[in-house]
């Protein structure tokens, strides 16, 4: 990729996981409604992705969007989601689209299918002898508002894709935990997503050849609910990281 990538929310746990390895594999163009704690490895807009104007100035020139900015709470009120999560992506794609951008990796969320964890299927689901998967071609199913407005950046994918031809993966991002899988949480261990494998698979995004695709952001782990064979398949996806292998 020669033209730089833009990414969103840059200064969010995501974003520093992906630059804590990819600062100096791509030209960044790094873009936060907060300044950069640090000295950003690229250029750093400060803004707001519902600004129109500023979102599609920092568009200019670029080849590939990793779009991670947004309240990223599943307990987030509707107003919010409604405003940061979909005006926020609307916003973004279409300005990715008018600016000729190719690729577009999207930060969905196990909650945009968190109500399939029925009282019935839990808590066997998160353990690794049950047989329940999910692939990635089910129908959302959100448990809160939040988990709506990452089903609603989908849908608004699948639509730049169908309609301008821009090339969409929807990541479904597990839990993402630094060092270690979350303690005393089997559903976090069953959804555990490295730093190492998180940036991988972003990468995998920028650099794979697709149409539209949702794939499942977990690492390799024993217990698992979420394929990623789609993520493998089409993207490359190699993770490392297994919850498995921390027993403390
Ligand atoms: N951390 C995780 O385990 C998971 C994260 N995600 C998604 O990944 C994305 C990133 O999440 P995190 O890094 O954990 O969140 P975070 O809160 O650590 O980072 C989000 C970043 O986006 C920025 N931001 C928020 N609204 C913005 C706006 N309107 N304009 C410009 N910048 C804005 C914030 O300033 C922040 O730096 C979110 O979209 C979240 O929904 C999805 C599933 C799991
Ligand atoms: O989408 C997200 O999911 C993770 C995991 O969800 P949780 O309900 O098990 O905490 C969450 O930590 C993250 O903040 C959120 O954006």
Redesign the pocket.
């Known amino acids: 990729m020669d033209a730089p990538v833009l990414l ?10 992906i630059l804590d390895r990819l600062a100096g594999a791509y030209e960044w163009r790094l ?4 300044p950069p704690a640090e000295d950003p490895p690229g250029e750093f807009v400060v ?5 129109e104007e500023t979102v599609r100035e920092a568009m200019d020139g670029v080849g590939a969007v990793i ?7 599943p307990e987030a009120p509707w107003d919010s989601v409604l ?3 979909i005006d ?1 992506t609307h916003t973004v794609m279409e300005a990715a689209v008018d600016a000729g951008v190719e690729t577009f990796a ?6 945009a299918v968190g109500a399939y964890e029925t009282e019935a299927r839990t808590p066997n689901i998160y353990r690794p002898d049950d047989k329940f998967l999910l692939d990635g071609t089910e129908l959302p199913r959100p448990g809160n508002r ?1 988990g709506v ?2 089903a609603a ?1 989908e849908s608004l994918g699948r639509f730049f894709h169908d309609e301008h031809g821009l090339s969409v993966a929807c ?7 630094k060092d270690h899988p979350p303690k005393d949480y089997e559903r976090g261990q069953a ?1 555990w ?1 490295s730093h190492r494998d998180c940036a991988h698979l972003f990468e995998c995004c920028l650099e794979a050849e697709y149409d539209y695709e949702i794939v499942y ?1 977990i690492s390799d782990n024993d217990r698992k609910y979420y394929s990623i064979e789609r993520a493998r398949e089409v993207l490359g996806y190699d993770p490392q990281d297994n919850s498995a292998n921390y027993t403390d």
Do not use: W
């Not at 969103?8 to 996981?17: H, I, L, N, Q, Y």
């Not at 803004?47 to 600004?51: A, Q, R």
């Not at 779009?67 to 709470?73: C, I, N, T, V």
């Not at 990541?171 to 993402?176: A, E, H, K, P």
């Open positions: 969103t929310g840059s200064e969010g746990r995501v974003g520093r996981a873009f936060d409604r907060e803004g707001d992705i519902t600004d779009h991670l900015a947004g309240d990223p709470r405003r940061n999560n926020g999207f930060a969905s969320s196990n909650h939040y407005s990452k950046g990541v479904r991002i597990g839990n993402l935990t959804m997503l952001g």
